[in-house]
Nanobody, 121 residues
């Protein structure tokens, strides 16, 4: 059974930065593409970014391109999301998951608790 534990969220002013982490346990991490998703209050969860198992390919939704960077450390079974130039519209609970299809972002495992990111204007 896969366990996903997100961390690193918090309150930050617009223009600031945060680095999210996602620790994966219970299943093979290497070999799986990993994605980040977010869900703003009252909205559907949306696919934000993804990285393939070898870190050779990434995907970003248009609204975060140039501001967010996804990376992973297979030795630590951890995936990261560096978020720069944050905007109030980035406010959401952020989740990670194994994904099928780097650009399709089909989540494969039960969701973790997520980590809350709040960007003040």
């Amino acid at each position: 059974q896969v366990q996903l534990v997100e961390s690193g969220g918090g309150l930050v002013q617009a223009g600031g930065s945060l680095r999210l982490s996602c620790a994966v346990s219970g299943r093979t991490f290497s070999g799986s593409a990993m994605g980040w998703f977010r869900q703003a209050p009252g909205k559907e969860r949306e696919f934000v970014a993804a990285i393939d198992w070898s870190s050779s390919s990434t995907y970003y939704r248009d609204s975060v391109k140039g501001r967010f960077a996804v990376s992973r450390d297979n030795a630590k079974n951890t995936v990261y999301l560096q978020m720069n130039s944050l905007k109030p519209e980035d406010t959401a609970v952020y989740y990670c998951n194994r994904v099928y299809g780097l650009q399709r972002g089909i989540a494969l495992d039960p969701w973790g608790q997520g980590t809350m990111v709040t960007v003040s204007s």
